[in-house]
């Protein structure tokens, strides 16, 4: 008979991968209902290789020596019990074995000429009377010359509300990221790096898109209002999905808004305006589907709710880690 938590099937010689696995691990072994299949299951995985075996010590020598974190410091709803202490101790022994904590990045700290930090949205004029808006730990390089204007987005996302060629001013606005360009054929778009992947989104007029030409490859488009794309670093151009500029961009109000997206990948949103980390250690439970307008000003308040909305719970050690489970 089939496990209840089945144990997500991942690369195991991928660092992160064996830190996620070894805090299941830690979880499931706290709890009262582990079976006798799924510890013969964690002794075959921590056999499989030498370097689960070290996973699953760092995860548990971690969260030892946090054990000098007093308990008043947490604030766990009512009749927490002991899955969510060991749901809890996995995710602290998580973020510390990936040094998950946000920490900034000096070689984009000195090439940056504007960067805004986290939770931070900040508004830059440049120097044609174009306008920037960074949104939360985002940073640009701003290379203008005598045949474009060009603006390199060194992570995180931006809007560009940009002054639009004239008589006066005759060079091309233009947007690189991750090797590919937006050359503005309007006024207004974003441009947000995940990873590997760059969203272009046109609240405004038109946008021409051009994918990184790796390998030979690479593509153009042109976005109308509306209109977005995604392309890859590795020259890969996605198809032009229809999006709500207000909702794109809602950040500049202050504001997030979520339509029945998944609890993960809300998480890992949220996770972008704040210092510490937001986790989630149930697979069922982090596919589950929220919906809200929550305010950046009160992301604590949006995790109760979020949880309220689910039925979970919360269990914090402030700034440091949030567990919903």
Known sequence: MPSEHPLPNRNANDNATLNDEAAHWLIRLGAEDLTAEERARFDAWLRADPAHTAAFHRASRTWAELAHVSEASVRPRPNVGRYAWRAFAAALALVFALGAWHVADPITAFTADYRSGFGEIREAKLVDGSRVYLNTDSAIAVEYGEEVRRVRLLKGEAVFD?????????????????????RALGTRFSVRIDDQHVRVAV????????????????????????????????????????????????????????????????????NRYRAGRIMVTDAELASRRVSG??????????????????GARTVAVPPLVTVIF
Request: proline content about 4%.
């Open 162 to 182: 940009v002054a639009p060629m004239s008589e006066t001013e005759v060079r091309p606005f233009v947007v690189a990221a991750l090797g590919g360009t937006s």
């Open 203 to 270: 609240e405004e007029h038109r946008v021409a898109v051009a994918s990184p030409a790796a390998h030979g490859g690479g593509g153009k488009m042109q976005l109308g209002e509306g209109d977005s794309v995604v392309y890859t670093s590795d020259g890969a151009l996605g198809e032009v999905v229809a999006v709500d500029p207000g909702r794109v961009s809602s950040w500049r109000r202050g504001r997030l808004v979520f339509d029945r997206q998944r609890l993960s990948d809300v998480v890992d949103e949220l």
């Open 293 to 310: 307008v929550f305010h950046l000003d009160d992301l604590s308040g949006a995790v109760d709710v979020i949880a309220d909305e689910l």
